[in-house]
Each structure stands twice: as structure tokens, then as C-alpha cells.
T-cell receptor, first 118, second 108 residues
Framework: EVQLVESGGGLVQPGGSLRLSCAAS????????MHWVRQAVGKGLEWVSA?????????SDSVKGRFFVSRENARNSLHLQMNSLRAGDTAVYYC????FGTGAFDIWGQGTMVTVSS | EIVMTQSPASLSVSPGERASLSCRAS??????LAWYQQKPGQAPRLLIY???TRATGIPARFSGSGSGTEFTLTISSLQSEDFAVYYC??????????FGQGSKVEIK
């Protein structure tokens, strides 16, 4: 079964750090562009970050310089290191796979909640 | 940044009726547009990519049309499981993937 499972969310104080992980199974992870998308409670979807198959990385302006995406192909894992967290980063974070040859997200994880609060 | 604007924000429809949702891009995205369905507490599900191609397993009652800056998602005969929030997303200008704000389809 094709699956993505996120972990690592939780409560963190403003200015703190958190590392999210996404475990992939059922497909060739190393051949897939992978993304992080977040959703604040009751709000819409916001693209956060992406990493290509060759390790090229991309970030939204709202997280650039604070968040860092990486991948471990040997472990079929995607990570998001989040530093200098702010209240506005509070959201459910989804990892998602790009459908090959398009820019659409065909596989999504169940999401992990990140709450930034004192 | 390409801004995606969806309308209406919410729509009340009776089961069996047709629903049409609109998505407008602030600049052309060609046919590089996707539609997603999201139910409460669930991750989004890909419905349409390439503006009009149904994703694997998506029923034929879902159809997408348009190109350039104007797009439409049509649900031909609403079923109970179709009541959800729908998002459009452009992937023409990367790395700036952007979503619309969503349209909620509610039971009338």
C-alpha cells in the first residue's frame, strides 16, 4: 500500500525548534519529489517546502531561512527541521508526493499537528 | 506569486443536483491546475490534474475544465460523500505552488 506517515509534531514555545519526519512506503521514494504543505486550523492549504530527487530544495517566503527540508532515501524518509518557530507556524503539517510528470500532489500523509505557544 | 481565487466560498446543494465550482488565477497557469477534496479531519485527496484529467479511482461525476486563468470543477450529481471542501492548486509557476482558499459544498 502506498503510504506516507508523519511524526514529530507537538507543542513548542515561540523561538523553539521541532523536527518533523515522514515515512514513505509502497513506492520508490528516491524517484519522487516530496513536499510539505501545512494547514492552520479552519484555514486553507499553504505550500511550505519541497525537495527534489537530486536533493534540490525550495521554500515558501514565510519559512525561508527558518525551515530546512532533507531526505534519507535509504530509509525512505523525509524530514522538516523547523527553527525559530512562531505562533503563525501553528498548523497541521502534511507531507505529500508529487504525481510524476505533474505538479499535483497525489499521495498525502495523515498530518501531524504543530502548536507554537507559550 | 500567483493568487488563486475560488468562488463561491460556500455552496448549498441538494443530493443529486449539479455543483459547479470556479477557480481563477491571477495570471495564466496554462493547464497546470489540480483540484482536491478535503473532508473534516482528513488529508486532501487529489481529484483532477492537468485541469481536466481525473486521478486514479475518481468517479466520472467529477469533471474539470478550463485553461489559462479560468477553471471549473463540476460534480454532475452530488452524492452524500461529496459534501466537503474543494481546493484548486496551480503548479505552473514553481517553486511557488499555490492553493485557492477553498469552496465548501454543503447539504441543502
Amino acid at each position: 500500500e502506498v503510504q506516507l506517515v508523519e511524526s514529530g509534531g507537538g507543542l513548542v514555545q515561540p523561538g523553539g525548534s521541532l523536527r518533523l519526519s515522514c515515512a514513505a512506503s509502497g513506492f520508490t521514494f528516491s524517484n519522487s519529489d516530496m513536499h510539505w504543505v501545512r494547514q492552520a486550523v479552519g484555514k486553507g492549504l499553504e505550500w511550505v517546502s519541497a525537495i527534489g530527487t537530486v536533493g534540490d530544495t525550495y521554500y515558501s517566503d514565510s519559512v525561508k531561512g527558518r525551515f530546512f527540508v532533507s531526505r534519507e532515501n535509504a530509509r525512505n524518509s523525509l524530514h522538516l527541521q523547523m527553527n525559530s518557530l512562531r505562533a503563525g507556524d501553528t498548523a497541521v503539517y502534511y507531507c505529500a508526493r508529487i504525481y510524476f510528470g505533474t505538479g499535483a500532489f497525489d499521495i498525502w500523509g495523515q498530518g501531524t499537528m504543530v502548536t507554537v505557544s507559550s | 506569486e500567483i493568487v488563486m481565487t475560488q468562488s463561491p466560498a460556500s455552496l448549498s446543494v441538494s443530493p443529486g443536483e449539479r455543483a459547479s465550482l470556479s477557480c481563477r488565477a491571477s495570471q495564466t497557469v496554462n493547464s497546470n491546475l489540480a483540484w482536491y477534496q478535503q473532508k473534516p479531519g482528513q488529508a486532501p485527496r487529489l481529484l483532477i490534474y492537468g485541469a481536466s484529467t481525473r486521478a486514479t479511482g475518481i468517479p466520472a461525476r467529477f469533471s474539470g475544465s478550463g485553461s489559462g486563468t479560468e477553471f471549473t470543477l463540476t460534480i454532475s450529481s452530488l452524492q452524500s460523500e461529496d459534501f466537503a471542501v474543494y481546493y484548486c492548486q496551480q503548479y505552473n509557476k514553481w517553486p511557488e505552488w499555490t492553493f485557492g482558499q477553498g469552496s465548501k459544498v454543503e447539504i441543502k
